[in-house]
């Protein structure tokens, strides 16, 4: 099992480093057709800083890490019927949870989310709904297919700036504590589990990695 999983996240790494312009596009928004759940006005804060979010943002990202599954699996049906339902109600889900968090609110504030915040209530989604391959395709997608780090927001408070990593090549290299928690993150849902621990886990392994004295 272990080997078929290591071959089968090689495969899903080629696919998310492929350019966007070598694979196959599809306009997963419109499969949300009359479906455009009533959402809170929500903002969300990334590197251009505070914008407004559309549930559609919801359906690409599942759809791209969709596709990224299927072309790693050597799918050629990829904008079935079955996979715009899963997208559907995956968003469906985000939706829902947006909601309740804005219910939670004081006063009923409308929601501010980081990039980082809205993929996880996605993975989450993607959990519920039983699909574990396309969340791990989602945190490859992330953290190798366009070049955009799975940024903590804050959720690592352990300062590893002194801590260096040397890689099986021999290469020297910063620790990242993203990096750890994706590592990990992967791997609950490679055996179909929920992966909130890994933000705990990989705090816990730097905090070890630090306590060890060596740079």
Do not use: C
């Amino acid at each position: 099992m272990r080997n078929t999983i290591f071959e089968e996240d090689k495969l899903l790494v080629k696919a998310a480093e492929t350019p966007s312009e070598n694979k196959p596009r599809f306009d997963w928004a419109d499969a949300l057709d009359d479906n455009r759940f009533e959402i809170p006005k929500v903002r969300i804060t990334d590197g251009a800083g505070d914008r407004d979010f559309h549930i559609a943002e919801v359906a690409e990202v599942i759809g791209e890490a969709l596709t990224n599954l299927m072309i790693s699996r050597e799918e050629n049906e990829i904008y079935t019927a079955k996979n715009r339902e899963l997208v559907v109600e995956s968003a469906r889900i985000v939706a829902d949870r947006l909601i309740e968090r804005m219910a939670e609110e004081e006063g009923g504030v409308a929601p501010r989310l980081s990039f980082d915040e809205l993929h996880r209530l996605i993975e989450k989604a993607l959990v519920e709904n039983d699909a574990y391959d396309v969340a791990k395709s989602l945190v490859f997608s992330r953290s190798n297919g366009d070049g955009t780090d799975i940024s903590n927001g804050g959720r690592h408070d352990v300062d590893a700036s002194q801590i260096r990593l040397i890689r099986r090549s021999g290469q020297v290299v910063p620790w990242n504590s993203s990096k750890i928690e994706v590592a990990v993150r992967k791997a609950f849902l490679s055996l179909r589990l929920d992966s909130e621990p890994a933000v705990e886990i990989a705090n816990k392994v730097t905090q070890k990695a630090i306590s060890t004295g060596q740079a």
